[in-house]
């Protein structure tokens, strides 16, 4: 496996996938069992790539390059660099993850888990692929998956919910489509002089046509390009479908939507935009700066104002995602490694919040904030990790979610330092929302209405313990992961910002 | 005496112990015997002898200019890196013995105090927490550290008054505390981003160092000593965010003692004490104020309080206004010399609050009444507390207090502002007024509730013998001096701040070109803040101000004569002060020659003020909870209605785009693309069962949109 890594771990979770498709539905166990296993295998192989991965060069590793649609010059072009690697671990991790945590799915389990795989297989694609096409592909390819996932095992609204998702990342594929044939058609390759999807000659700006180097049509692009991206973080005001979509999906799925998905969209930023349009990217980074403050304050206001804990839980997300654009908006070294050990830890901090919402809906059938108190007596067990999450997203210090806001901040400040003094007042507001769920959900006096609630149980702790570790290991000491990532995102600001 | 290695691996020991003990309670406590509170004393009775030892050793050395520092690079990103490490001098080993000395003691009291408690073994975790992110905070030598280990006691706190989390009052007490000190944490965050991108350190040594140089300076190192203060006035309590320290009492009485009294609220003290040189004189100005208006306001709010704890948490506000006030005047030493005598003291009177409490199983003083008798242990070392908070003179209270006040006054003869000095003073008037209201209250007179005062007894050793050491320790800690002639002055002096500078070899910032005449100025501005600083501040040469902030207890000429005259005028008033107040609170709650509800009824817009402790959560809850909880209210419906609107409606009008063009397609195009039509229509129809059925034609436009762009792009 060691040569072709990348595509074992993409493409392993579709065998799976297709294993499960021969399984009789009646057959649950046997459907998790397979399932788990082919999310078992990326995630050993994400291990290998953690142990062997160059932390010294900026350069694309573990590269497959070979021709796949010759007339357009399409090609199957995987690699990874330090911007990746944590995205495909972090990918790895919480999809093995969240199969266990779906171990409790009944309904249609066949379907479930094969479409889940799939999705696996397309988040894969997304953070490794290096040729446009094959990334938009990939792109693509997760939507339905998720489309399904979340209209068919999804909450009472889910078919409203799941189209809104659909359409909404529809709309900003198109743009994505567009500015991507935009620079097929007007990136030449240096050897055959053909046009190509080649990522990397779309960074080198030498290969863009004379009409690609103007001033307007590179701000169009800009623009089509950070709105289909900014539609997957999601940024104000396109965030819209994420509440929905978050508290109709399935706990599991909501996971991976917050977990992974959001990443893709500053994910594409940080591997499209800005080495494609590096002069773009300064010329909007205060524009970006301003979006990701809103992000942080609005999101915040809004999750405090919710009932719904898992709405809350969603607004956080917009609220947090918002740290990662103002780091990357900094353009200086702690800044964009902020931002993405951000994304990183933003992926696992609030995949122990859904997972703990999940507990208690499955519980009580109910998530209004209000119908609960005191469960901390109830089920002393599960108040000490939903606490611990919730702690996380506050940004307790000694917890990973911290390291990387302080690291945004102190990189942003220097640059932006109004909008930094601003964006900062979402540490109160946050710890307000945090707080205040914290004490209408656990503490007062015991609700007699739950007596009945069993105290979270091994399965669930199961899922819960080890992100929880890597929360406080990474808290406690960062370097595992930004060792991964701290050349080649430093080389980007070079690419960005001379 | 330990080597430098010694008090580095003593050091380590202090802060792993505490930690050790908090994870094998908390995971092992249930299963272990006693449910493991064992661990915690033991733990917690090295560290305090680890304490000793690196106290002792400063003792000897006797120079509180010796650092020992210990750094490693805990984040580096190549170009931009943080570090994590150790600093201990002797201000750090002063801080070691008072925070491990009343943990310990507390550790070994609670044993007693919390017997039978549901959480016992949660108790002894979080203690153990605490007292390690207390032990972080002092332990740190530079500014990122300082702040983790900020935060870290705010969970604690929160942790610890949320105990009997089954309490809303607990629960609304806890959030409040965490969130009011999220407020300062703001500006102390902010500050700590002005310093570092300034500087481009965060070492406090190495900042020393810029600011002497004038690598920051003027205005902005003015607001980054503002937004540092921020974090003092959240953490300790000052005004206008003291709020959530009386709803702390929520909290287990020994945490009150360790956490609320002695050294955590403290904490903002030490920083500012610690990081003096980072203040100028305009910032120190804010100080000042802040600490007075505090240590007085709190204290008339103590005269009227009938809640033991209640009363005791006004007179820590009212006290930590005073070293508050003691940094304002530029006497960081004497601010950390209050911060050892008032952790002594009021933890132990905070102990024996508990004791009380314990005995009679209430805390208001309505209840109590001829304790004495009952408690006689309780009550001697109870007074011996209270004299020493009252300021009598032989005891530690006075001598710190003593400085304090005489510090302000010097202050104010140098630069004329007096309202601190005066408001100071006045707060050492009710000071032990209102201690020996609550004295004569609960220990005196007539039992109150008979039945209550039958059934309190003393309480057993585990209780008494911290109240007894720390009794001796409120006695003897101030060496019967003021800090500068006391042991003290080994251990904590002004920093030599030139003499730090040149260590680092910093060049004098370019743009500063006045900054040399500044420093030359030195030995005039030495003592004398406020006015000549505005004045330099106008003539672009802030450095002025910095520099007086250096310049302290360099005991030049001028500066001398009048710190002299000062003290000893503040010592004579405070003395007058202190039997003005005994005497009256006697004359009134003693021999009752005052009818108390005659002047309440007299006074009743001031009772009422004191009474709702000035209103400020009710200002609060009517401004700042109201309209957070609109804001939120409002964005939510904000993106309801109209973001969320914008996109259906976007929806809904592609729906009927389509439709329209649906029908022109069927009736007037010709029957092949009819027939397209109907077919989208068809799933349309299809897809609308399933829903809304207004997405549907969203596809059809997309679909469309995007074949109509590619052939343009084609095209072009």
Same mark, same amino acid.
């Given at each position: 496996?060691?040569?072709?890594?990348?595509?074992?771990? =993409?493409?392993?979770?579709?065998?799976?996938?297709?294993?499960?498709?021969?399984?009789?539905?009646?057959?649950?166990?046997?459907?998790?069992?397979?399932?788990?296993?082919?999310?078992?295998?990326?995630?050993?192989?994400?291990?290998?790539?953690?142990? =062997?991965?160059?932390? =010294?060069?900026? #350069?694309?590793?573990?590269?497959?390059?070979?021709?796949?649609?010759?007339? !357009?010059?399409?090609?199957?072009?995987?690699?990874?660099?330090?911007?990746?690697?944590?995205?495909?671990?972090?990918?790895?991790?919480?999809?093995?993850? $969240?199969?266990?945590?779906?171990?409790?799915?009944?309904?249609?389990?066949?379907?479930? !888990?094969?479409?889940?795989?799939?999705?696996?297989?397309?988040?894969?694609?997304?953070? $490794?692929?290096?040729?446009?096409?094959?990334?938009?592909?990939?792109?693509?390819?997760?939507?339905?998956?998720?489309? !399904?996932?979340?209209?068919?095992? #999804?909450?009472?609204?889910?078919?409203?919910?799941?189209?809104?998702?659909?359409?909404? =990342?529809?709309?900003?594929?198109?743009?994505?489509?567009?500015?991507?044939?935009?620079?097929?058609?007007?990136?030449?390759?240096?050897?055959? #002089?053909?046009?190509?999807?080649?990522?990397?000659?779309?960074?080198?700006?030498?290969?863009?046509?004379?009409?690609?180097?103007?001033?307007?049509?590179?701000?169009?692009?800009?623009?089509?390009?950070?709105?289909?991206?900014?539609?997957?973080?999601?940024?104000?005001?396109?965030?819209?479908?994420?509440?929905?979509?978050?508290?109709?999906?399935?706990?599991?799925v909501s996971v991976i939507l917050a977990g992974v998905l959001l990443k893709m969209g500053t994910y594409g930023i940080l591997r499209i935009s800005y080495p494609m349009l590096p002069d773009q990217a300064l010329w909007f980074s205060y524009t970006l700066a301003l979006l990701g403050t809103i992000n942080i304050l609005y999101g915040a206001y809004c999750a405090m104002a919710q009932t719904d804990m898992k709405k809350l839980v969603a607004y956080s997300s917009v609220s947090h995602m918002g740290y990662v654009m103002l780091g990357m908006a900094a353009m200086t070294s702690a800044g964009i490694n902020g931002a993405v050990l951000q994304m990183f830890n933003h992926g696992t901090i609030t995949a122990m919040m859904f997972l703990c919402v999940g507990v208690v809906y499955d519980r009580a059938h109910t998530r209004e904030i209000n119908a609960f108190g005191g469960l901390g007596m109830q089920m002393p067990l599960y108040f000490s990790f939903f606490s611990f999450a919730l702690f996380a997203a506050l940004g307790l210090p000694g917890l990973s979610g911290f390291v990387s806001e302080a690291m945004i901040f102190m990189g942003v400040f220097p640059v932006y330092r109004t909008i930094t003094i601003i964006a900062a007042l979402g540490i109160i507001i946050g710890a307000a929302y945090v707080l205040w769920m914290l004490q209408r959900v656990f503490l007062g006096p015991k609700n007699e209405k739950w007596d009945s609630l069993p105290d979270i149980n091994a399965r669930e702790m199961f899922t819960l313990v080890p992100i929880g570790i890597l929360v406080l290991l990474l808290g406690v000491y960062p370097m595992p992961v930004l060792d991964l990532m701290k050349v080649t995102l430093n080389n980007l600001i070079k690419v960005v910002a001379g | 005496m330990l080597s430098e290695t010694g008090i580095l691996y003593a050091a380590l020991a202090i802060l792993v112990l505490p930690l050790a003990s908090y994870v094998i309670t908390f995971f092992f406590g249930k299963m272990l015997p006693r449910k493991g509170d064992f661990v915690g004393v033991t733990? @917690?009775?090295?560290?305090?002898?680890?304490?000793?030892?690196?106290?002792?050793?400063?003792?000897?050395?006797?120079?509180?200019?010796?650092?020992?520092?210990?750094?490693? +690079?805990?984040?580096?990103?190549?170009?931009?890196?943080?570090?994590?490490?150790?600093?201990?001098?002797?201000?750090?080993s002063i801080m070691l013995m008072v925070v491990t000395t009343v943990s310990f003691l507390v550790h070994l009291y609670s044993t007693g105090y919390m017997k039978g408690?549901?959480?016992?073994?949660?108790?002894?975790?979080?203690?153990?927490?605490?007292?390690?992110?207390?032990?972080?905070?002092?332990?740190?030598?530079?500014?990122?550290?300082?702040?983790?280990?900020?935060?870290?006691?705010?969970?604690?706190?929160?942790?610890?008054?949320?105990?009997f989390f089954h309490k809303h009052s607990a629960a609304n007490a806890n959030k409040k505390a965490f969130l009011t000190n999220r407020v300062g944490d703001w500006g102390f965050?902010?500050?700590?981003?002005?310093?570092?991108?300034? +500087?481009?350190?965060?070492?406090?040594?190495?900042?020393?160092?810029?600011?002497?140089?004038?690598?920051?300076?003027?205005?902005?190192?003015?607001?980054?000593?503002?937004?540092?203060? @921020?974090?003092?006035?959240?953490?300790?309590?000052? @005004?206008?965010?003291?709020?959530?320290?009386?709803?702390?009492?929520?909290?287990?009485?020994?945490?009150?003692?360790?956490?609320?009294?002695?050294?955590?609220?403290?904490?903002?003290?030490?920083?500012?004490?610690?990081?003096?040189?980072?203040?100028?004189?305009?910032?120190?100005?804010?100080?000042?104020?802040?600490?007075?208006? +505090?240590?007085?306001?709190?204290?008339m709010i103590a005269l009227v309080k009938t809640d033991f704890k209640r009363v005791l948490a006004f007179s820590t506000l009212s006290q930590l206004g005073y070293m508050v006030m003691a940094l304002g005047a530029g006497d960081p030493v004497n601010a950390m010399f209050h911060l050892t005598t008032h952790a002594m003291f009021k933890g132990l009177l905070f102990l024996t609050a508990g004791s009380v409490i314990h005995a009679v199983h209430s805390q208001e003083i309505t209840d109590m009444g001829g304790l004495r008798k009952k408690m006689p242990i309780t009550f001697i070392t109870y007074m011996i507390g209270t004299l020493a908070l009252a300021g009598v003179p032989g005891l530690s209270g006075f001598y710190s207090k003593d400085g304090i006040l005489g510090s302000a006054l010097a202050f104010g003869m140098t630069d004329g502002h007096y309202l601190p000095f005066i408001l100071g003073i006045a707060a050492a008037l009710l000071t032990p007024f209102y201690m020996m209201r609550l004295t004569f209250k609960a220990f005196f007179g007539k039992p109150a509730d008979q039945e209550r005062y039958d059934h309190a007894h003393e309480s057993p050793w585990n209780m008494t013998m911290p109240l007894i050491i720390l009794a001796v320790l409120s006695i003897f800690v101030s060496g019967f001096n003021t800090a500068d002639k006391s042991w003290f002055s080994k251990f904590a002096a002004p920093y030599?701040?030139?003499?730090?500078?040149?260590?680092f070899h910093l060049e004098a910032a370019p743009a500063d070109a006045h900054a040399a005449d500044a420093h030359a100025a030195d030995s005039h501005a030495v003592d004398s803040h406020g006015e000549p600083v505005v004045a330099a501040d106008a003539h672009g040469a802030p450095a002025h101000g910095e520099a007086v902030a250096d310049g302290h207890g360099d005991g030049?000429?001028?500066?001398?004569?009048?710190?002299?005259?000062?003290?000893?005028?503040?010592?004579?008033?405070?003395?007058? @002060?202190?039997?003005?107040?005994? +005497?009256?609170?006697?004359?009134?709650?003693?021999?009752?020659?005052?009818?108390?509800?005659?002047?309440?009824k007299r006074m009743s817009g001031m009772h009422t003020a004191l009474e709702g402790q000035y209103f400020f959560d009710e200002f609060y809850a009517a401004t700042v909870y109201r309209f957070t909880l609109w804001f939120a209210w409002l964005m939510a419906a904000f993106d309801r209605v109209v973001i969320d609107g914008i996109v259906n409606g976007t929806g809904y009008l592609t729906r009927i785009i389509a439709q329209v063009s649906g029908a022109i397609d069927k009736y007037i195009v010709d029957g092949a693309v009819n027939g397209v039509a109907s077919v989208l229509q068809g799933a349309g129809e299809g897809f609308r069962r399933i829903q809304t059925g207004r997405v549907q034609t969203y596809l059809t436009y997309t679909a469309a949109s995007v074949l109509v762009l590619i052939l343009i792009y084609r095209v072009l």
């Open positions: 496996m060691g040569e072709h890594i990348l595509s074992w771990m =993409t493409f392993f979770p579709v065998i799976g996938a297709a294993v499960i498709a021969f399984i009789p539905s009646e057959r649950k166990e046997v459907i998790k069992t397979v399932a788990a296993a082919a999310a078992a295998v990326p995630l050993i192989l994400a291990v290998q790539l953690f142990m =062997t991965f160059d932390r =010294t060069t900026a #350069g694309f590793q573990f590269i497959e390059h070979y021709t796949w649609i010759k007339s !357009f010059n399409i090609e199957y072009f995987m690699g990874i660099d330090g911007l990746s690697v944590p995205m495909v671990l972090l990918t790895a991790f919480l999809s093995f993850i $969240c199969v266990i945590a779906s171990w409790g799915i009944n309904k249609s389990v066949k379907g479930y !888990f094969a479409l889940f795989l799939i999705l696996e297989a397309g988040m894969f694609g997304v953070f $490794c692929a290096l040729d446009f096409f094959l990334f938009y592909v990939f792109w693509e390819v997760m939507l339905l998956p998720m489309y !399904f996932l979340i209209g068919i095992w #999804g909450g009472p609204r889910r078919e409203y919910a799941a189209i809104k998702f659909f359409l909404y =990342t529809l709309a900003g594929s198109v743009l994505m489509l567009l500015a991507m044939i935009a620079f097929y058609l007007h990136t030449s390759d240096p050897v055959t #002089g053909g046009h190509t999807f080649n990522m990397l000659h779309m960074f080198d700006q030498a290969n863009h046509s004379e009409w690609l180097q103007g001033t307007n049509v590179r701000h169009v692009l800009w623009l089509a390009l950070f709105i289909g991206f900014a539609i997957k973080v999601p940024v104000f005001p396109f965030h819209t479908w994420l509440p929905d979509a978050h508290v109709e999906a399935p706990t599991a | 733990f @917690m009775g090295l560290a305090w002898y680890a304490a000793i030892r690196i106290f002792i050793t400063f003792w000897k050395i006797g120079d509180p200019s010796y650092r020992m520092e210990k750094a490693f +690079t805990w984040l580096d990103l190549g170009g931009f890196s943080l570090d994590a490490g150790i600093l201990v001098d002797g201000m750090t408690d549901r959480r016992y073994e949660r108790f002894f975790a979080f203690l153990g927490f605490f007292t390690f992110s207390m032990i972080g905070i002092v332990l740190a030598n530079n500014l990122f550290f300082l702040y983790v280990f900020w935060e870290l006691v705010g969970l604690a706190s929160y942790l610890l008054i949320g105990f965050w902010l500050g700590i981003l002005t310093f570092f991108t300034a +500087t481009g350190t965060l070492n406090y040594f190495e900042l020393f160092a810029h600011a002497h140089v004038g690598t920051i300076q003027g205005t902005l190192m003015t607001w980054a000593g503002i937004g540092l203060f @921020m974090g003092c006035v959240g953490k300790s309590a000052q @005004m206008p965010l003291h709020i959530w320290l009386p709803d702390a009492m929520e909290g287990p009485t020994p945490v009150s003692a360790l956490i609320h009294a002695a050294t955590m609220v403290a904490a903002g003290v030490y920083m500012v004490a610690r990081l003096s040189p980072l203040f100028g004189a305009n910032a120190l100005l804010v100080v000042l104020y802040v600490g007075s208006i +505090t240590a007085f306001l709190a204290a030599d701040v030139p003499a730090i500078a040149a260590e030049h000429g001028d500066g001398h004569d009048v710190h002299h005259t000062a003290h000893i005028r503040a010592m004579i008033m405070s003395i007058i @002060m202190v039997i003005l107040g005994i +005497t009256g609170a006697w004359w009134v709650y003693h021999q009752k020659r005052v009818d108390t509800s005659k002047i309440q």
